[in-house]
């Protein structure tokens, strides 16, 4: 539907955000027994971007074949990618100019799906799989995107939004979400809880049924959403949201897209506070997401996502565990270098979550006891509304909501 309108809306010249979003789109076929997929993908650059360099990163490990872009201007390459520690191969395509045409590049590619991202008939085309391809440090730039699945008889695929069509073994979906958090959950069946009331939430099992565990964080989700629409996000609130469950056992992340993919073990349990904990950080990425996790911006996902769901804790009544916790993640912040210009390759790996989580997390803290509890929703509602993505632009809504002096201290705070 959003996509639809958005399609509507190219055609009449209207542009949902100022600033114009590339259009992807993206057609995967799944061979689930043997992991194998091959996808097409086709990456155009909106019009107001003059680059005449268009690069990509891929998996070095997949197949790239059918490769065109441009005026055939195309190269091949491998480049170290420090923040996945890994080697990358990299599509470059130069624009000749003037231009004559939509700068493009598409490419088939193939390859097999991570085994960790896959489980008995499960596969998780996701965030953290590390299927698609994206602009070097673009992992989290913003797409108006086009999903289509093609998978055999007997499976079903999910994503972070409804399927606009679902026929035959063949899904697509739509919308604008960041380059690598397309998502395709793929099984033979699906299990899912709604709730009845307030936003459209449901948890979403790849497997036959949810077990009590997994039932349970309905309305845990759905109490995190209520305070979060009421809170920070009450400029920008939650209509839709989907949990998703694939049994990968791996890790837990929130999407942009109005959901969160929970991979864990079976025993996730969110009446155990640490669990609790992790539903309400994933959840409040909704919002916090648009930082580069490239630099020390990333403190403005993190850490506000660390101290979102600790706001969360305090205000469902656990006041011990907000003191326990938030004592804990403070312990770790003495003697650490600052926020503002943190480089992790500086230090060892575990400097990066005591400085980027925990320190930003104590330095929000601070802010809120500085301007008190009112004012400083009213900050973290704006940040989101608009998307904030630079430590600058934060510190400038700052000054603009309770002024130079305070917006001066954070500077501080940023900088010790
Ligand atoms: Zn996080």
Redesign the pocket.
Known sequence: MKFLFLLLGLALGYRPTAQATPIVRVELRVEPTTRAFTCRYVFTLPTTDTASVLQLNLNKRFRVENLRGGAGLVRRGRVYYPNFQNTLQQLTVRYPTPRRQARQISFTYSGTLDAGRAKAQVLEFSAHSGWLPFRPTGEYELLDYALAVRVPAGYQVRSTTPARRARAGRYQFGGRTSATELTAIIAPQFAQVTARSGPVLTVVKAGAALTPLETAILPKAQEIIAFYNRTLGRQDSITRFTVFLTGTRQDA??LLDNATVITYRPDFDVAQRGDLLILA??I??KW?GYGSVHDQSDWL??AF??YSSLLYLQASGDTTGYRQVYTKLDQTTPNTPPITGFDRSKYEPGMYRRVI?NKGMAVLAALHRRVGTTPFYAILATTAARKVSTTTTFLDVVGQMVGADTRAWLLAELSR
Do not use: D, Q
Request: overall charge negative; proline content about 0%; glycine content about 8%.
């Open positions: 992340f929130g950080h994933e409040s990425h916090w996902n993190e996502a660390t989580y």
